[in-house]
């Protein structure tokens, strides 16, 4: 692990701030063609404005509670008729409802990164790894356009100099979280890599980000660090896709051959913003697997955006 002093409170504030400055521009690149675009502008303070007097609205859990249980009917009823196997995790995040389908520890692709971030914000936090331009950097790429390599650079970094004790960290992060699905053992991109080296599942993806959106994750500063990265996501053709143009998001997408996977937060302007994860494994057209993706986004809408 590298010891080392962090860069100090302003370093950590411009960083922070110029994430904020770029999740605030619209985002009108598409991540794949044909994809409708949706607005990653920030809110202003997405850590501190989530709702919490709601959460004890008896009145409010009454209507999440039956909302959730159509929309698992309705998604499951969508999933019967596509290829593959499926799992599907949604969580009203006023008041803690979710449901869950299929969940259980899967290949992640991608979206593994999600606890690499985690990982490397908790060793920032303890002053375990200083918060350099070069690590910010690496965290940038790594979320917003999923870079490979920089995932690979973060974890060498993590563990000063050796990948094997990197992984080992990111391992040890999600286990003391009660990440019991999560389990990293090798590079990303790697040609022989194995799937069974990058497990996950949509429940441990969903309480990650749910506490993303509470501040809960690492702390508060750490969290908001977090959720600026993923506000600024480039690649938004799944999940984002299917929102009104205009809605806030923030989301984590991971995709291989057979395999489409997206984990969003997705605010409502309503009574609860929710979040939504769903993975997808032997499929066999990946377009058409986007395209699935996007319509139980668009379910998932329109039953827990007017609640």
């Given amino acids: 692990m590298v010891l080392a002093t ?28 044909g994809a409708a675009a949706t607005d990653a502008a920030n809110p202003t303070d997405p850590v501190a404005s989530n709702p919490t007097d709601s959460a004890t ?15 698992r009917a309705d998604l499951n009823s969508m999933i019967s008729g596509y290829d593959g196997t499926w799992s599907v995790y949604a969580s009203t995040l006023a008041d803690g409802n979710s449901i869950s389908i299929n969940s259980s520890s899967t ?19 303890s002053g375990a790894l200083a918060d350099t331009p070069e690590v910010a950097n690496h965290l940038e790429q790594m979320i917003t356009v999923s870079s490979n390599d920089d995932t690979n650079s973060l974890i060498e970094i993590l563990g000063g100099g050796s990948a094997e004790a990197g992984l080992a960290a990111v391992n040890a992060f999600a286990a003391s979280q009660g990440f019991t699905d999560t389990t990293m053992s090798e590079l990303i ?33 750490a969290s908001a660090r977090m959720m600026a990265l993923l506000q600024a996501q480039q690649l938004t053709g799944k999940i984002p896709a299917g929102v009104p143009a205009g809605t806030v998001t923030a989301n984590k997408t991971g995709e ?32 058409t697997a986007r395209a699935n993706i996007t319509a139980m986004s668009t379910v998932a809408w329109n039953a827990l955006s007017a609640l």
């Fill in 6 to 33: 962090g860069l100090g409170l302003s370093a950590r504030a411009s960083r922070n701030a110029a994430l904020q400055a770029e999740a605030s521009a619209s985002a009108d690149a598409m991540a794949y063609d």
């Fill in 57 to 71: 609205d008896p009145a409010l859990t009454a209507r999440t509670t039956a909302a959730l249980a159509e929309l």
């Fill in 107 to 125: 290949y992640s692709a991608s979206v593994i990164k999600l606890f690499v971030m985690a990982a490397v914000e908790q060793a920032i936090e």
């Fill in 189 to 221: 991109g790697l040609p022989t890599g194995d799937p069974n080296r990058k497990q996950t599942s949509v429940n441990d993806v969903g309480r990650l980000l749910s506490m993303v959106y509470h501040g809960t994750l690492v702390n508060a500063d």
């Fill in 256 to 287: 291989i051959t057979g395999v489409e996977n997206d984990a969003a937060i997705i605010w409502t302007g309503g009574a609860t913003d929710y979040v939504l994860v769903i993975f997808s494994s032997g499929v066999p057209d990946s377009a």
